[in-house]
């Protein structure tokens, strides 16, 4: 029996890196994986690649930044399979990363707010609701740019650093009302997604020489190690975890 036999996960942000590899990580523990992203036909690849392997898998088409799709997919869901169990609000970008704060634009400051803090409101407000009679587990993606911040970061840190608290807040008022839902964040540090490989091609060699030399390690993370802390906070293992964060960083944050 899988660690997460027998429950509905809702993973957004499902067709690349960390989300990918969640959705992976979760079918193989026998979970019902429903992945979404807007990425339409990486995400349908993600699902033939796990259906192939025998998980129980489907792909939607999803935008975080949509409230009406999110009211649709949850409700697709609950119809289909009963009930939401997970919640993985993994969906993110990169956004107005790169450039000095006098030089964003406030379009661009919104877009980043938009998927990565609004996104994981949106998912944890309908996710509650979904959750409020049969109890859950909702993890959100933060970053360890919740907890310290980089040069040319100020829009992403600001999203991450609200998801961070955003959570705890839930967690704390799902508590309070007596609710059996479980909230908590998750910190990656450098994980070796898309996400990174842009800032490195954008960046160059000597980008990802600084990434490198910045980690304790030596080396980057890959999207297996967070989809393994994912999987920990969803399962009943983490009966008593809530409104905490999950670090996974190699020791990015202990220095
Ligand atoms: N890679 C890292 O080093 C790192 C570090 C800390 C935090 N994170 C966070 O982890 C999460 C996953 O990042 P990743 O590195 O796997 O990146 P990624 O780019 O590989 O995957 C992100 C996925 O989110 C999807 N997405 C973007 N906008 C969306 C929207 N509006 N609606 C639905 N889906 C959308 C993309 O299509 C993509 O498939 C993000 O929240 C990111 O901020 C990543």
Redesign the pocket.
């Known amino acids: 029996m899988g660690r997460v036999d027998d429950k509905v996960a809702l993973i ?9 590899a969640t959705a992976e990580l979760m079918a193989r523990e026998d979970a019902m994986v429903v992945l ?4 339409d036909e ?1 995400g349908a690849d993600v699902a033939a690649t796990i259906a192939d392997a025998g998980g129980m898998v489907a792909y939607h088409h ?4 949509d409230e009406a799709a999110w009211i649709k997919i949850i409700e697709e869901v609950r119809a289909e399979y009963g009930r939401l169990d997970i919640l993985v609000n ?5 956004g107005a990363s790169g450039v000095p704060v006098e030089e964003i634009a406030l379009e661009s400051w919104r877009g980043t707010m938009s ?2 803090l609004d ?1 994981v409101f949106l998912g944890v407000k309908h996710g509650v609701a979904a959750m409020t009679e049969g109890g859950g587990s909702i993890i959100n ?5 919740g907890f310290v911040c980089l040069p040319f970061t100020s829009a ?1 840190s600001a999203s ?1 650093g609200g998801v961070r608290l955003l959570s705890k807040a839930v967690a704390m008022e799902c508590a309070a009302r007596g609710l059996k839902i479980r909230v908590n964040s998750v ?5 070796d ?4 490989g842009g800032a490195i091609q954008k960046g160059g060699p000597e980008r990802r020489e600084a990434i490198l030399s910045s980690q304790p390690t030596g080396e ?1 993370g890959r ?1 297996e190690d ?1 989809a393994e802390g994912v999987l920990y906070l969803a399962s009943d293992a983490a009966k008593f975890v809530t409104g905490s964060e999950l670090v996974i960083d190699g020791g990015y944050l202990a220095r």
């Open positions: 957004t942000g499902g067709a690349s890196g960390i989300g990918r979404t992203d807007v990425q990486a999803h935008d975080v930044t993994n969906a993110g970008i990169s998927v990565n996104g993606t933060s970053s360890i740019l992403y991450k910190h990656p540090g450098f994980i997604t898309p996400m990174v980057m999207p967070i």
